[in-house]
């Protein structure tokens, strides 16, 4: 497809579970970026790839959360030991350039932890 | 302080009304700025960016940027009920992080 994808689209986990959400960003993007999106709020940075280089994760919330991009395409974001708090949509987004360069979003993962 | 700030509404209009949306930020450094649309259970969607100072239409789209004052405000002419969604600001500093607001939801009245 053309765009970003993330799977999966639904995510329940118990608490303490780990979970793992995946983005597949628009082929050949430099950058991709996760956010994170609580109920009737604007979407939050967690971290930032340039390629394959993390070069900021200082969103992310705590030492639980974790992301990849080994390969400078597809990321993965992990959360250890899930918590309440943690329920939210996890947004995947993707630009062509370095940084400021307007986003491409994926329909996100919503991540609801009972 | 939040460092993008906007009415969470909701913004009742009529159809073929004029929405007008506003927008504040606390960053003077901040140098671009985007509007998304966000449908219900979707994605965030670009619908205008603007970088410098006046106004830029784009079809029924005007988003208006004054630096000085610190704002960024979109209209929406002639409101659809397919405009009914939550609009989302989002302000970038010059880096590649994007600060949103938390939106605010539009409802065009048939």
């Known amino acids: 497809g053309a765009g970003v994808s993330q799977s999966p689209r639904y995510k329940v986990a118990k608490r303490g579970q780990d979970v793992a959400l995946r983005c597949d960003p628009i082929?050949?993007?430099?950058?991709l970026f996760w956010y994170q999106q609580a109920l009737g709020q604007g979407p939050e940075f967690l971290t930032y790839?340039?390629?394959?280089?993390?070069?900021?994760k200082s969103g992310l919330p705590s030492d639980r959360f974790f992301a990849e991009r080994p390969e400078g395409s597809v990321s993965t974001l992990k959360i250890q030991r899930t918590q309440q708090e943690d329920s939210a949509v996890y947004l995947c987004?993707?630009?062509?350039?370095?940084?400021?360069?307007?986003?491409?979003f994926g329909n996100g993962t919503r991540l609801t932890v009972t | 302080q939040k460092e993008v700030e906007q009415n969470s509404g909701p913004l009742s209009v009529p159809e073929g009304a004029i929405a007008s949306l506003n927008c504040t930020y606390s960053d003077r450094g901040s140098q671009s700025f985007f509007w998304y649309r966000q449908y219900s259970g979707k994605s965030p969607e670009l619908i205008m960016f603007?970088?410098?100072?006046g106004d830029k239409e784009d079809g029924r789209f005007t988003a208006q940027l004054n630096k000085a004052s610190q704002y960024v405000s979109l209209l929406i002419r002639d409101s659809q009920p397919s405009d009914s969604a939550t609009y989302l600001c989002a302000v970038n500093n010059g880096d590649y992080k994007l600060s949103f607001g938390a939106g605010t939801t539009v409802t065009v009245r048939a």
């Open positions: 603007i970088y410098s100072n």
């Open positions: 082929s050949g993007h430099v950058s």
């Open positions: 790839f340039q390629n394959e280089a993390q070069l900021d």
């Open positions: 987004a993707s630009s062509p350039g370095q940084g400021n360069s307007p986003l491409h």
